[in-house]
């Protein structure tokens, strides 16, 4: 395979009709959230430009941001995104082992030194020189390093590439740390979920090579088309919220009737993502829509900021296990002690002293 | 009761406004505020489009917060620029060591009934001031600056969340900044307890008339009891 084709060689080559490419485009253009007038550019990158390299690296993960990746019931745009963008390294999808795999690595960043995206998926462990993740012989840490250090720019795959998720939870035991934390010098783009959206990693990587350019992104490194509202926002339940009808327990009317999951812990509300408007597995449903609240599993630490079944649950404040209510309550309830306390000495002191001035009288 | 030898005009009419205007606002963002963070009411049956169960707090707890910022920006204003030498900022320096020193040592001493004389002010004594700027003046900001991001959110790329939506990260996220402004909202009862106990203990030891002054305005120096 020559090493410089345009996505539109491969379409080509592939037995796919230019309507069929026509269509991709458009699809793109709009899951992007970019004006109809913007299509010709879309067509005309992917026409021309050679297509982007991927080293797509992989720390202290689960994969799942590689089977959302993957797996969607949707092939037209999945798949041809994932066939055609040049994912040169890929150690979890890649036909190639070892030495020879690795080799694949080093000469992708030397041929393309500057030009390639790099996209991590997982995180790295920082503690003990990053022993905890060991990949091809070299610590986890020293790969990301020596990767990142060439990349044109760097994609952080998921909660944990973004912030941490599970593995730098309360204690955090291997020192687990995410990519803005040992990569400072390079454009990162955030994506983050357990896992992210497909469409919305797709979609990155083709606004990426469309434009040049990162998409444009938020106080968070977030892509702002994909992160910039809440679920909350463009929920399908929020009339329900609005309304005060709420899901009380998991086993009542209101949940048969699909009434708005925010007493049952529903972190929409604090959570930015797409899932209430892109949905999961193209377009079937995401876990509201299924019943189920919303973890806010693409907000920072999402796993320690207590239950996923409670809103502004036990949430561990400054080492202990109170709530913001118990605080207050006890907080109240001692000043409202010490008041009584107080007074009762004042009255005490008043009684006395008035009794002093009798006996001088 | 001794006889009423001096009348002063302390409290003018923007302070008294302001302070009752900001004590309903309190009350009713605390209220609406601790609804919206545990809706109680039972949701009623029939069509979501027919209620506004929730909908209708929110709104309360916006509008009113809104008058509540309006009303702390008169109050700054006025303590700066009213010449008003009982609601000025003047005499309020805890940077300056001289401002802990023996006025306020004294003021704690009484409170905790270490002397037994008074010391009398006609406004603020050290500790209430102190205890205004913690509570109201750094509280008051708080709950406005962290409300106003979390205002913005419902609208990316508009007012607030262009001007205050930079609170979402340095508090780590939308859910930890909802969980500050719920824990601070606790200061407010807190200090309502604390207020309250001072003035009546003031007005009992002191007899200035403290607790009807920030209705009438005027505080009274009374003649000691004929003993």
Redesign the interface.
């Known amino acids: 395979m020559q090493s410089n084709q345009t996505f539109a060689d491969i379409f080509r080559a592939s037995g796919i009709s230019r309507r069929d490419f026509l269509k991709f485009c458009s699809l793109t253009s709009v899951y992007l959230g970019l004006a109809p007038s913007m299509v010709p550019k879309i067509v005309e990158a992917m026409e021309t430009k050679p297509r982007t390299p991927v080293i797509w690296l992989h720390g202290l993960e689960c994969t799942c941001c590689s089977e959302s990746f993957i797996r969607s019931s949707h092939p037209t745009i999945e798949d041809i995104i994932f066939n055609m963008i040049s994912l040169d390294y890929d150690d979890v999808l890649s036909a190639a082992a070892g030495h020879q795999l690795e080799d694949v690595r080093k000469k992708i960043m030397q041929e393309y030194k500057g030009k390639y995206i790099l996209a991590v998926e997982g995180n790295a462990s920082t503690r003990d020189d990053g022993v905890y993740c060991m990949v091809g012989g070299d610590s986890f840490l020293n790969t990301l390093k020596e990767t990142a250090a060439d990349a044109a720019a760097i994609i952080a795959w998921g909660a944990c590439a973004s912030y941490g998720c599970v593995q730098n939870a309360d204690p955090n035991p291997t020192g687990a740390a995410p990519v803005s934390e040992i990569v400072r010098n390079k454009p990162i783009v955030n994506v983050p979920g357990c896992p992210p959206i497909s469409e919305v990693m797709t979609g990155v990587v083709a606004h990426f090579h469309t434009f040049g350019t990162l998409p444009e992104l ?3 490194g977030r892509p ?1 088309a994909f992160y ?3 679920i909350h ?1 463009k929920c399908y339940r929020r ?8 899901v009380r327990s998991f086993d009542d009317e ?1 949940t048969r009737k699909g ?1 708005c999951l ?2 049952m812990g529903c ?1 929409g ?4 993502n797409s899932c209430s408007k892109i949905q999961w597995n193209g377009g079937v449903s995401f876990p509201i829509g299924s019943g189920h609240p919303c973890i ?1 599993c693409s ?4 796993w320690d ?1 207590g239950s996923f079944y409670e ?2 649950a036990e ?1 561990s ?1 400054l080492g202990t296990d109170s709530n ?2 118990r ?3 006890i ?2 309830g001692a ?2 002690a010490g ?1 009584a306390a ?2 009762a ?2 009255a005490v ?2 009684a006395k ?1 008035g009794k002093d ?1 009798e006996e ?2 | 009761m001794g006889r009423i030898i001096e009348e002063i005009y302390v409290w003018r009419l923007p302070v008294r406004l302001y302070h009752w205007i900001n004590a309903l606002c309190t009350v009713v963002l605390l209220v609406t505020g601790m609804y919206i963070a545990a809706p109680v009411i039972n949701p009623p049956l029939g069509e979501a489009v027919w209620y506004k169960g929730m909908a209708w707090w929110r709104y309360l707890h916006f509008a009113t917060a809104f008058i509540f910022i309006a009303n702390f920006l008169f109050r700054m204003y006025w303590a700066l620029f009213g010449n008003d030498r009982y609601a000025r900022f003047g005499g309020f320096r805890p940077w300056s060591p001289a401002w802990w020193g023996k006025p306020f040592r004294e003021q704690v001493e009484s409170y905790l009934f270490l002397r037994r004389d008074e010391p009398n002010y006609v406004g603020h004594n050290p500790v209430a001031a102190l205890a205004h700027f913690l509570f109201i003046f750094c509280g008051s900001s708080f709950m406005i600056l962290s409300g106003l991001a979390m205002y913005g959110e419902n609208n990316p790329g508009g007012f607030s969340e262009t001007f205050f939506g930079w609170l979402i990260p340095l508090f780590g996220g939308s859910y930890s900044l909802h969980f500050a402004h719920h824990l601070m909202a606790w200061i407010f009862p807190l200090y309502l307890i604390i207020h309250l106990y001072a003035v009546f203990r003031h007005d009992v030891v002191d007899r200035t008339s403290v607790t009807s002054s920030i209705v009438t305005g005027y505080k009274h120096k009374v003649e000691e009891e004929p003993s």
């Open positions: 938020d106080r968070m702002k910039n509202t809440r926002d009339a329900f919220y609005d309304a005060g009808m709420f209101a009434w925010y007493k972190k509300p604090t959570t930015y806010g907000e920072p630490n999402f900021k809103r502004l949430v404040f913001a209510d605080i207050g309550v907080a109240v000043a409202a008041a107080h007074a000495v004042t002191k008043k002293a001035s001088k009288a």
